[in-house]
């Protein structure tokens, strides 16, 4: 059964940091690609980042472009993401998912597992 567990979320004030990590198991991690998705209240789930499966690719979402950086230890079985220069409107619950070898890395239906989730809360 594959597992992805999340964890590094916080409470961060605007233009602080934080480094998500999401440990997996279950599943040849090397074999997939993975990315991150968050869900803010009220709206819906949304794409973050994604990463090839050997890291030799990433994609972003343009509101975190420049900001935030996906990055995958292949040896450690987990993903990462580094969360730069944090705004309020990043706040939201943050997942991480496997993908599933075919569909769009942007879209979550690409992707057939998934995290519990970890709360990120940016203050003003």
Not at 45 to 50: K, L, N, P
Not at 73 to 95: F, H, R
């Amino acid at each position: 059964q594959v597992q992805l567990v999340e964890s590094g979320g916080g409470l961060v004030q605007a233009g602080g940091s934080l480094r998500l990590s999401c440990a997996a198991s279950g599943r040849t991690f090397s074999s997939y690609a993975m990315g991150w998705f968050r869900q803010a209240p009220g709206k819906e789930r949304e794409f973050v980042a994604a990463i090839s499966w050997s890291g030799s690719m990433t994609f972003y979402a343009d509101s975190v472009k420049g900001r935030f950086t996906i990055s995958r230890d292949n040896a450690k079985n987990t993903v990462y993401l580094q969360m730069n220069s944090l705004k309020p409107e990043d706040t939201a619950v943050y997942y991480c998912a496997s993908h599933r070898h075919s569909g769009s890395y942007y879209t979550d239906r690409s992707y057939d597992y998934w995290g519990q989730g970890t709360q990120v809360t940016v203050s003003s």
